[in-house]
Structure formats: C-alpha cells, structure tokens
C-alpha cells in the first residue's frame, strides 16, 4: 500500500471525527450556524479526501482539468469556512462553566413556555 493512500485515509478520518465529535461537543458553546459549518468543514473534507484517493488509485477521475478544478474548489471551500469561524471566535467556541450552564438551562426553560 503506498504511503500516500495512508494519508488519505487519515484525512478521511480526521474529517469523519470533524464532522461528527466536535459541534456537539458540550465543552464547549457555539452558535447554531457554527456547528452546521463544521458538519459542512467535515463532509466537505471527507468528499476531497475520498475523491483524492480514488484519483490516486487510477478507480476514478473525471478528467484532466474537471478534477483538478473540483479537488482545488473544495479546498477553498473548506479553508474559506475555516477562516469564517476563526474569524468570528466560533471554531474554539467558549469553555463551558458552570454558570454558562445554569443561564442556557434557563433560557431553554423560558423559550419552551413561550
């Protein structure tokens, strides 16, 4: 197996746990739409890196410039959603305490009766 397909793989990986550990992580407070872009980060990740091994693989290509041209848009995709949450302070998000815990209970309670 060649080194780069183990890369692949690991990339594969590492955006599968993006996409799916860390907007739900409750160490953690982000806005809704911060959490939807990292699903979108990690999906987004795992369709280049997949498309990149089966390029590497010779299983599948759509063509010389095509597939050169949809890999690149991806990657920008992907750092230009990066940096719109680094941006605005949401891709660490703030640490939980326990007070931000007691006000989130207590803001959930009130918009439920309403």
């Not at 799916?20 to 795992?46: C, D, E, N, T, Y």
């Not at 091994?53 to 041209?69: A, I």
């Not at 959603?81 to 006000?103: D, I, P, V």
Request: without cysteine.
């Amino acid at each position: 197996m060649k080194p780069i397909v183990i890369l692949y793989l690991f990339g594969i990986a590492v955006f599968a746990t993006l996409a799916s550990a860390a907007p739900f992580a409750r160490g953690r407070i982000r806005a809704r739409w911060a959490k939807i872009v990292l699903v979108m980060i990690g999906l987004f990740g795992i369709v280049d890196a997949l498309l990149s091994l089966l390029r590497e693989m010779h299983w599948f290509s759509l063509g010389f410039p095509t597939m050169d041209f949809v890999l690149l848009s991806l990657d920008v995709l992907i750092l230009a959603l990066f940096s719109a949450l680094a941006l605005t302070g949401q891709l660490f998000g703030k640490k939980r305490t326990e007070g931000n815990m007691t006000t989130l209970a207590a803001t959930q309670g009130q918009g439920s009766q309403q």
